[in-house]
C-alpha cells in the first residue's frame, strides 16, 4: 500500500511544517479542563483560548502564529454525536483523527484554501474532476460568504462550488465557543459524473472530507460576538482521506482497521466482515463488526487519555459504548463473553507507534475494560433473553412499541442504557416509549429522594439500602445516569 494510514498522516503534518506550522501534539481525547465538554469533539478545542484571546502574553501558546497535528477525537455526545450512525455507515466514527491547521491572526480564507487545493490535488494527488467545495450561503445574522466563493472558483467549476446553509457550513465548537462560516471540500469516490446533488446528502459515495472554518465569532448567552482577530481552523478526517487514498469505498477497508477485523473474526461464529450495508445487511452481522471496531478505538483512547467507563456524564457514554460493542459480539456475532478485551492489544499494536500513550496505558486500558466487560456480560444474556420474549410479546398482541415500565426494568435491574434498548427494538421493528421510561426514571428519583430523607430521619433499615444504592443518581437529565447493576 502506497499510502498507509501512518504515511498519509505524516505527510499532511510535514506539508504543513514547511509552511511554518508548528506540530503541536494532540490534546487528551478526553478533556480535562472543559467543562463545556464532553469530549474533544475537534482540534481547535485545545486552541480556544487563543481564539478568545484569554491567552496569557507570557505563555508561548501568545506567540503561535501557526499549527497543526492529528488530534484525536470524539464525538458520542454533546453539540456532535455520531453514535447513532455509527457501524450503519461506513464513514462515521465515535473516535476518528482530525488532521487540523490553524491560523492564529495570521493568513486568512484565501491561503487556506490554496494550501489545501495543493496538499490534495499535488501531494495526495486526488482527481480534481472528483472535488467539489460547499461555502455558507447566509442566514439572517452573517452574510453570504462571497469570498469563500470566489477563492475556489479559481480551481472549480461554479457547478462545483456550492452554497449551503447553517447545519452544514457554519461550524460551532458547542452551544457557546468560537465559531463561524466554514467551506467545505467533498469528494467523489465514483466520478465520470456530476454529483453536485449528492454533496451533503448523506451518500456514502460522496463524503465530506475536509472542513475549512474562518474563525470570526464567538457564541455566548448573549448570541454571536465578533472576534478581535480572523482566523483559519481546519479538520479533515483521516479516516477518510485514508479510504480515498487507498481506493476503498469504507473508512472501515483500510489498512488500520483490517488488523482489528481480523481479530474479531477469531470470535466470530457468524462468518466474517463482508462490508454490507444498510438493507443490505440483513443479519446486522456487519454492522455489528463495524460498531465493535469502532467502539473499541473509542474506549481504547479515552481510557489511554484518563477517563473511565462509570454512572455520570463522560463515563457514562463510555459505559454506553461499551455495552453497545458487548451486546453487538455476544448477541450478533455470537461470540463468548470476553472478547471484546480481546481486542486492545491489536489496537495498542496498530496505533502505538503514533500514540505512544496506548503503549503506556496498555495493562490499565486492559484491566478496565476487561471489568466493565465482564460486568455487563453477566447480565447480558439475561437481557437478550428477557427482551425477546418482551419482543415475542408485543408482537403477538399485534403492538409495537416496548413500553416504558419495560424499558425501564431493563436499565434498572439488567443494565441496558436506554439507547441500547432503542437500538434492539428497532433492529427487531419496535420503537421504545423514551417518554414514559423517563417518568419511571422521574419516580424512581422520587422514590430515593424521599428515602434519603427518611433515612436521614431514623427510617427503617431496608429505606436506607434503597437511599444507598440510588445515591448515584443525579437529578439532572435521564442519559446522565445510570443506576446500574453493578453498583446495586
Ligand atoms: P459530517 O457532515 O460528515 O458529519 P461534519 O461536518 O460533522 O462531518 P466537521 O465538524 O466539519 O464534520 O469535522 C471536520 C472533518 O472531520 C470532516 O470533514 C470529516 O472528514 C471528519 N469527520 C467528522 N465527523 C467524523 C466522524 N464521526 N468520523 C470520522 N470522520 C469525521
Ligand atoms: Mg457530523
Ligand atoms: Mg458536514
Ligand atoms: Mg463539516
Known amino acids: 500500500i502506497e499510502w498507509t494510514t501512518d504515511k498519509v498522516r505524516s505527510t499532511f503534518v510535514e506539508f504543513f511544517e514547511e509552511k511554518d506550522h508548528v506540530m503541536t501534539p494532540s490534546s487528551p481525547c478526553a478533556p480535562l479542563n472543559d467543562p463545556t465538554l464532553l469530549f474533544t469533539n475537534a482540534g481547535m478545542n485545545q486552541f480556544k483560548p487563543i481564539f478568545l484571546g484569554q491567552v496569557d502574553p507570557n505563555s508561548p501558546l501568545a506567540s503561535l502564529k501557526r499549527a497543526t497535528n492529528s488530534q484525536k477525537c470524539i464525538r458520542a455526545g454533546g453539540k456532535h454525536n455520531d453514535l447513532e450512525d455509527v457501524g450503519r455507515d461506513t464513514y462515521h466514527h465515535t473516535f476518528f483523527e482530525m488532521l487540523g491547521t490553524w491560523s492564529f491572526g495570521d493568513y486568512f480564507k484565501e491561503e487556506a484554501i490554496d494550501m489545501a487545493w495543493k496538499l490534495l490535488t499535488e501531494v495526495y494527488k486526488l482527481d480534481p474532476e472528483r472535488l467539489y467545495a460547499t461555502y455558507f450561503e447566509g442566514d439572517e445574522s452573517v452574510g453570504e460568504d462571497v469570498e469563500a466563493k470566489e477563492f475556489w ?150 481510557i489511554a487519555d484518563g477517563a473511565v467507563p462509570n454512572n455520570e456524564g463522560r463515563g457514562y457514554v463510555l459505559r454506553r459504548v461499551l455495552r453497545r460493542a458487548t451486546r453487538y459480539g455476544q448477541q450478533i456475532l455470537k461470540a463468548p463473553p470476553g472478547f471484546f478485551q480481546e481486542l486492545i492489544p491489536t489496537v495498542v499494536d496498530v496505533f502505538g507507534g503514533a500514540y505512544p500513550e496506548l503503549v503506556e496505558k496498555k495493562d490499565i486500558i486492559i484491566e478496565v475494560i476487561a471489568e466493565e466487560e465482564q460486568a455487563f456480560s453477566n447480565m447480558l444474556d439475561r437481557g437478550i433473553k428477557y427482551f425477546s420474549e418482551l ?17 425501564f426494568y431493563l436499565y434498572d435491574t439488567l443494565g441496558f442504557p436506554i439507547d441500547l434498548t432503542e437500538l434492539m427494538a428497532e433492529e427487531a421493528g419496535l420503537s421504545v416509549d423514551v417518554k414514559g421510561f423517563a417518568n419511571e426514571m422521574e419516580a424512581q428519583k422520587k422514590r430515593s429522594r424521599e428515602a434519603r430523607a427518611a433515612a436521614k430521619s431514623g427510617g427503617a433499615p431496608r429505606l436506607e439500602l434503597i437511599a444507598e444504592q440510588t445515591a448515584a443518581l443525579s437529578d439532572d437529565g435521564v442519559l446522565a445516569t445510570d443506576d446500574s447493576f453493578k453498583y446495586k
Not at 266 to 278: D, T, W
Request: charged content about 30%; aromatic content about 8%; proline content about 4%.
Open 153 to 302: 472558483l479559481k480551481y472549480l467549476p461554479a457547478d462545483r462550488v456550492i452554497g449551503c446553509n447553517a447545519a452544514d457550513n457554519f461550524w460551532e465548537m458547542g452551544d457557546t465557543g468560537p465559531c463561524g462560516p466554514c467551506s467545505e471540500i467533498h469528494y467523489d469516490r465514483i466520478g465520470g459524473r456530476d454529483a453536485s446533488a449528492l454533496v451533503n446528502a448523506d451518500d456514502p459515495d460522496v463524503i465530506e472530507i475536509w472542513n475549512i472554518v474562518f474563525i470570526q465569532y464567538n457564541r455566548d448567552e448573549k448570541g454571536l460576538a465578533q472576534l478581535p482577530q480572523k482566523h483559519i481552523d481546519t479538520g479533515m478526517g483521516l479516516e477518510r482521506l485514508v479510504s480515498i487514498l487507498q481506493n476503498q469505498s469504507s473508512n472501515y477497508d483500510i489498512d488500520a482497521f483490517q488488523p482489528i477485523f481480523k481479530k474479531l473474526e477469531e470470535f466470530s461464529k457468524v462468518g466474517p466482515y463482508e462490508g454490507k450495508l444498510g438493507e443490505e445487511d440483513v443479519t446486522v452481522k456487519d454492522t455489528a463488526y463495524r460498531a465493535i471496531a469502532d467502539h473499541i478505538r473509542t474506549l481504547s483512547f479515552a
Open 391 to 407: 419482543e415475542d410479546e408485543v408482537k403477538a398482541d399485534g403492538g409495537d412499541v416496548v413500553t416504558g415500565d419495560k424499558a
